[in-house]
C-alpha cells in the first residue's frame, strides 16, 4: 500500500484555537490550558482511504502572530490544503479570513483549497451573524467548506480534516490521471 503525503498549513489570528484542534483531531484532546504556538509545530496523521492508497496528512500549525512575519510566507510554501481558523467570539478574527487567503494564494497556487473553521462554536449563542458569515465565506472560491467548529466539543473537527483530506485526494487523482 502506497502513501501520498499532503502539506496542509493551519492559519489564522493569535488564539484563535488552531492547536487546540490539530490536538483534538490527532489525540482525541482538549485543554483550557493556553499555550501559544512559537513558528511552527509540524504534526502527521495517516487517514485511511478505501483504495489500495492511504493518505498521510502533514500538518503545520503557524503560529498567529509573529514578530518574525517576514518568515510566515516560508513556513506557507508548498501547501496543498489549508484551514484558516476564526474565534466567533472575536469578529476581528472573522474580519481578517479574506487577508489569510491572499497571503496563501500570493505564495502557492491560487487554486490551493482552504477550509475555513469558525471555532468555539460552543461558547456562543446563537445570533444568527455566523450565519451570513458563511454564506458570503462560501462564495469565495478557493473555500472548499465553512464548518462551525469546537475543539473542546470535538464538534465538526474531524470532519472539517476529512473534508480537506477528501479535496486533496480528489485533486492529487485528477493531477495523476491527466500526466497520464
Not at 30 to 50: E, M, N
Not at 126 to 150: D, F
Request: charged share 20%.
Amino acid at each position: 500500500m502506497s502513501v501520498i503525503s499532503k502539506k496542509i498549513c493551519m492559519v489564522g489570528d493569535f488564539g484563535v484555537g488552531k492547536t487546540s484542534l490539530v490536538r483534538r483531531f490527532l489525540d482525541r484532546q482538549f485543554s483550557d490550558h493556553y499555550l501559544s504556538t512559537i513558528g511552527v509545530k509540524i504534526s502527521r496523521k495517516l487517514i485511511p482511504v478505501p483504495t489500495d492508497q492511504d493518505l498521510q496528512l502533514i500538518i503545520w500549525d503557524i503560529e498567529g502572530k509573529t514578530q518574525f512575519q517576514s518568515i510566515t510566507p516560508h513556513y506557507l510554501e508548498g501547501a496543498m490544503g489549508a484551514v484558516i481558523v476564526a474565534d466567533l467570539n472575536r469578529p476581528e478574527t472573522i474580519e481578517h479570513i479574506q487577508s489569510h487567503i491572499q497571503l496563501l494564494t500570493s505564495v502557492n497556487s491560487s487554486t490551493i483549497p482552504c477550509l475555513v473553521a469558525l471555532n468555539k462554536v460552543d461558547t456562543i449563542t446563537k445570533s444568527g451573524q455566523e450565519r451570513s458569515v458563511i454564506a458570503e465565506l462560501e462564495v469565495h472560491p478557493q473555500v472548499v467548506t465553512v464548518c462551525q467548529t469546537s475543539a473542546k466539543t470535538g464538534q465538526c473537527v474531524d470532519q472539517m480534516f476529512e473534508s480537506l483530506a477528501q479535496r486533496l485526494l480528489e485533486h492529487h487523482h485528477a493531477r495523476t490521471s491527466e500526466r497520464s
